[in-house]
Protein backbone atom coordinates (compact mmCIF):
# COMPACT_ATOMS: atom_id res chain seq x y z
CA UNK A 1 0.00 0.00 0.00
CA UNK A 2 1.40 3.26 -0.80
CA UNK A 3 0.47 6.37 1.25
CA UNK A 4 1.27 10.40 1.15
CA UNK A 5 3.50 10.01 3.40
CA UNK A 6 6.88 11.09 4.89
CA UNK A 7 8.73 8.43 7.19
CA UNK A 8 11.82 9.36 8.76
CA UNK A 9 14.18 7.00 11.21
CA UNK A 10 16.12 6.55 14.24
CA UNK A 11 18.56 3.70 14.59
CA UNK A 12 17.24 1.80 18.14
CA UNK A 13 18.09 -1.22 19.43
CA UNK A 14 19.77 -2.43 16.28
CA UNK A 15 16.88 -1.57 14.13
CA UNK A 16 15.58 1.43 12.14
CA UNK A 17 12.34 2.57 13.98
CA UNK A 18 10.24 4.78 11.67
CA UNK A 19 8.14 8.02 11.91
CA UNK A 20 5.58 8.23 9.65
CA UNK A 21 4.86 11.36 9.00
CA UNK A 22 1.50 12.75 7.55
CA UNK A 23 -0.39 15.54 6.57
CA UNK A 24 -2.22 17.42 3.55
CA UNK A 25 -0.38 18.69 0.66
CA UNK A 26 1.83 21.90 1.67
CA UNK A 27 1.23 21.18 5.43
CA UNK A 28 4.97 20.69 5.91
CA UNK A 29 5.86 17.31 6.36
CA UNK A 30 8.92 16.98 3.86
CA UNK A 31 10.38 20.51 6.35
CA UNK A 32 9.62 17.99 9.09
CA UNK A 33 11.34 15.28 7.81
CA UNK A 34 14.81 17.90 6.45
CA UNK A 35 14.74 18.78 10.47
CA UNK A 36 14.43 15.85 11.55
CA UNK A 37 17.67 15.12 9.86
CA UNK A 38 19.76 17.32 11.90
CA UNK A 39 18.62 15.26 15.06
CA UNK A 40 20.60 12.04 13.66
CA UNK A 41 17.44 10.86 12.20
CA UNK A 42 17.96 8.91 8.62
CA UNK A 43 15.67 9.99 5.43
CA UNK A 44 13.51 6.92 4.55
CA UNK A 45 10.99 8.01 2.15
CA UNK A 46 9.48 11.66 1.17
CA UNK A 47 5.76 12.57 -0.23
CA UNK A 48 5.21 8.79 -1.00
CA UNK A 49 5.53 5.81 1.34
CA UNK A 50 5.28 2.17 0.24
CA UNK A 51 4.18 -0.09 3.39
CA UNK A 52 3.62 -3.59 4.33
CA UNK A 53 2.89 -6.09 6.66
CA UNK A 54 5.87 -8.73 8.08
CA UNK A 55 5.37 -10.70 10.94
CA UNK A 56 3.06 -8.55 12.43
CA UNK A 57 5.31 -5.58 11.73
CA UNK A 58 4.30 -2.88 9.78
CA UNK A 59 7.67 -1.16 7.42
CA UNK A 60 8.07 1.29 5.30
CA UNK A 61 10.23 2.05 2.34
CA UNK A 62 10.58 4.91 -0.59
CA UNK A 63 8.95 3.54 -3.57
CA UNK A 64 11.89 3.07 -6.22
CA UNK A 65 11.88 6.07 -8.17
CA UNK A 66 11.85 8.77 -5.03
CA UNK A 67 14.68 6.51 -2.83
CA UNK A 68 17.04 9.18 -1.70
CA UNK A 69 15.27 11.74 -2.83
CA UNK A 70 13.01 14.81 -0.74
CA UNK A 71 12.34 18.04 -1.53
CA UNK A 72 13.49 20.81 0.16
CA UNK A 73 10.87 23.76 -0.84
CA UNK A 74 12.64 26.90 -2.25
CA UNK A 75 15.48 24.87 -3.03
CA UNK A 76 15.25 22.15 -5.59
CA UNK A 77 14.48 18.24 -4.93
CA UNK A 78 18.00 16.65 -3.09
CA UNK A 79 19.95 12.95 -2.93
CA UNK A 80 20.44 12.03 0.29
CA UNK A 81 21.84 9.08 2.10
CA UNK A 82 18.64 7.14 2.74
CA UNK A 83 17.70 3.99 4.94
CA UNK A 84 16.10 1.34 2.90
CA UNK A 85 13.64 0.67 4.88
CA UNK A 86 12.30 0.89 8.67
CA UNK A 87 10.13 -0.38 10.82
CA UNK A 88 6.93 2.06 11.57
CA UNK A 89 6.49 2.74 14.84
CA UNK A 90 4.55 6.07 14.91
CA UNK A 91 2.50 8.20 13.30
CA UNK A 92 3.02 11.65 13.56
CA UNK A 93 -0.10 14.04 11.70
CA UNK A 94 0.77 17.53 10.71
CA UNK A 95 -2.16 19.13 12.79
CA UNK A 96 -2.37 21.24 15.97
CA UNK A 97 -2.60 19.22 18.95
CA UNK A 98 -4.33 19.53 22.36
CA UNK A 99 -2.26 21.15 25.23
CA UNK A 100 -2.33 17.63 26.73
CA UNK A 101 -3.76 14.82 24.43
CA UNK A 102 -5.32 11.59 25.51
CA UNK A 103 -3.37 8.74 24.04
CA UNK A 104 -4.73 8.53 20.55
CA UNK A 105 -3.69 5.59 18.06
CA UNK A 106 -4.04 4.89 13.70
CA UNK A 107 -4.52 1.91 12.20
CA UNK A 108 -2.45 0.96 9.13
CA UNK A 109 -2.92 -1.79 7.46
CA UNK A 110 -4.26 -3.14 10.74
CA UNK A 111 -1.36 -2.30 13.02
CA UNK A 112 -2.26 0.01 15.80
CA UNK A 113 0.61 3.04 15.91
CA UNK A 114 0.80 5.70 18.36
CA UNK A 115 -0.36 8.51 16.82
CA UNK A 116 1.73 12.14 17.72
CA UNK A 117 -0.03 15.72 16.31
CA UNK A 118 2.38 17.97 15.93
CA UNK A 119 2.60 21.48 14.08
CA UNK A 120 5.23 20.59 11.44
CA UNK A 121 7.02 24.09 11.55
CA UNK A 122 6.92 24.83 15.05
CA UNK A 123 10.64 24.90 16.01
CA UNK A 124 10.32 22.29 18.47
CA UNK A 125 8.08 19.59 16.01
CA UNK A 126 11.49 17.61 15.56
CA UNK A 127 13.06 17.03 19.02
CA UNK A 128 8.95 16.00 19.90
CA UNK A 129 9.12 13.46 17.35
CA UNK A 130 12.32 11.86 18.26
CA UNK A 131 10.88 12.22 22.09
CA UNK A 132 7.75 10.24 21.28
CA UNK A 133 9.69 7.55 18.63
CA UNK A 134 12.43 7.42 21.95
CA UNK A 135 9.95 6.70 24.31
CA UNK A 136 6.30 5.70 22.80
CA UNK A 137 7.15 4.29 19.72
CA UNK A 138 9.90 2.73 19.72
CA UNK A 139 10.34 1.03 23.49
CA UNK A 140 6.94 2.13 25.12
CA UNK A 141 4.51 0.86 23.08
CA UNK A 142 2.82 -1.52 24.71
CA UNK A 143 2.92 0.92 28.10
CA UNK A 144 1.21 3.19 25.73
CA UNK A 145 -1.45 1.81 23.97
CA UNK A 146 -2.98 0.29 27.56
CA UNK A 147 -2.44 3.66 28.72
CA UNK A 148 0.25 3.53 31.28
CA UNK A 149 2.66 6.01 29.53
CA UNK A 150 0.04 9.03 28.79
CA UNK A 151 2.58 11.35 28.44
CA UNK A 152 5.19 12.53 25.56
CA UNK A 153 7.84 13.38 27.84
CA UNK A 154 10.01 11.39 30.27
CA UNK A 155 9.85 11.05 34.09
CA UNK A 156 12.10 13.47 36.10
CA UNK A 157 15.40 12.70 36.65
CA UNK A 158 15.60 10.74 33.08
CA UNK A 159 18.12 11.15 30.42
CA UNK A 160 16.24 11.40 26.79
CA UNK A 161 19.37 10.59 24.04
CA UNK A 162 17.92 12.55 21.14
CA UNK A 163 20.74 10.71 18.87
CA UNK A 164 22.11 7.32 18.57
CA UNK A 165 25.58 8.63 20.46
CA UNK A 166 24.30 9.90 23.30
Known amino acids: MIVHAGLVALRLGGAWKG???EGPSGAGKSDLALRCLGLGFRLVADDRTLLWLSDGRLFGRSPDTLAGRL???????VSLVAAPLAEVALA???DTPERIPAPEWEARLGKALPLLRVTPLEASAPQKVALALHHLGA???????DGS???FLPSRG???PLRESE
Do not use: H, N, T
Not at 71 to 77: A, I, S
Not at 139 to 145: D, G, K, P, S, V
Open 149 to 151: AAR
Open 71 to 77: EVRGLDV
Open 139 to 145: RRQEAYQ
Open 19 to 21: ALI
Open 92 to 94: VRC
Open 158 to 160: SEV
